[in-house]
């Protein structure tokens, strides 16, 4: 894939980015975008290519070798605010590793919010304010408008989508059909969530919400089994507990790793970060709980 064979510069700055060649990314078939005019186009930050204006989902398969296969599979969701998908770093290098441990993995590329069809205007947008200016002394505290709520209608019906190919092509790909796990990261770990919660059609063996949100939630009966991990120094973190609170009062197996450093969107792990062995953790993980046993 690109990310692996050119050379890119290692800060935050936007680069814009030749869309590479997705020879194996298989459309789901799920429509489009509303009110979107501009097209899918790439950028590359941190190392990293990402990809923006997303308006029709695939799927690409990281299948394991010849007698590597464990038979499990595990939907990989990248992270971007729902505005752009890291496909580097939390998409096609964790079905890589995924892959190498047996498992059949597929990245999930969804569909996306509209963002600015210039990059200058992307990238203008990216770097705007994040917090209100300070009021003048004598203003009135303004009133506090409602959080939005966002709409993540195509996000699930893409992740549903993805969960019905699986299904229809499990032999083909050596996939049970017991154990198809999601893992995201950031808004994919919000999506993995969202899929759990709210899904009437997929049966998730297991899920891995990677730095998501760490609010209370409403858990199903039949919610799968929970790995969840986030850093302290994460912004979405804040010194909450509330998903891992919600899993257990539920009585829903969970294994929560909160690590000292690690920041935000660390994929896989970056240098001298005590977050960076959680993949090996979350492999454990399924060993244990025997999700990787050949049946």
Do not use: C
Request: glycine share 10%; net charge neutral.
């Amino acid at each position: 894939m690109l990310f692996s064979t050119v050379v890119i510069a290692q800060d935050g700055t936007i680069y814009p980015l030749e869309t590479p060649k997705e020879p194996n990314a298989i459309p789901l078939g799920t429509g489009g975008v509303e009110n979107q005019p501009a097209s899918e186009t790439w950028f590359k930050q941190w190392g990293d290519p990402m990809a923006r204006n997303i308006t029709k989902a695939t799927l690409t398969p990281f299948l394991p070798a010849p007698g590597k296969a464990n038979g499990a599979a595990v939907i990989v969701a990248p992270g971007g605010g729902f505005s752009w998908l890291s496909l580097g770093n939390e998409g096609w290098e964790v079905a890589e590793a995924l892959a190498k441990q047996g498992f059949a993995a597929f990245v999930l590329k969804y569909r996306l919010n509209p963002t600015p069809e210039k990059l200058e205007d992307f990238t203008a947008w990216m770097n705007r304010p994040r917090t209100p200016a300070p009021a003048a002394a004598d203003a009135k505290p303004a009133a506090t408008p409602p959080a939005p709520q966002r709409n993540l209608n195509n996000q699930l019906e893409d992740a549903e989508a993805a969960y019905a190919m699986i299904l229809k092509r499990a032999d083909e790909w050596g996939v049970d059909t017991k154990r198809i796990g999601m893992i995201g990261f950031s808004a994919g770990a919000g999506l993995t969530m969202h899929a759990t919660l709210n899904s009437k059609t997929m049966k998730l063996a297991f899920i891995g919400p990677i730095y998501g949100g760490m609010g209370p939630v409403e858990v199903p009966k039949n919610a799968p089994p929970m790995f969840n991990v986030i850093a302290s120094d994460d912004f979405l973190f804040r010194g909450q507990f509330g998903v891992i609170d919600s899993w257990f009062k539920a009585g829903i197996p969970v294994e929560f790793h909160l690590y000292q450093n690690g920041g935000h969107g660390f994929g896989l792990g970056n240098p001298n970060r005590t977050s960076n062995k959680w993949f090996d953790a979350f492999i454990h993980w399924l060993d244990v709980n025997k999700f990787t046993a050949k049946q």
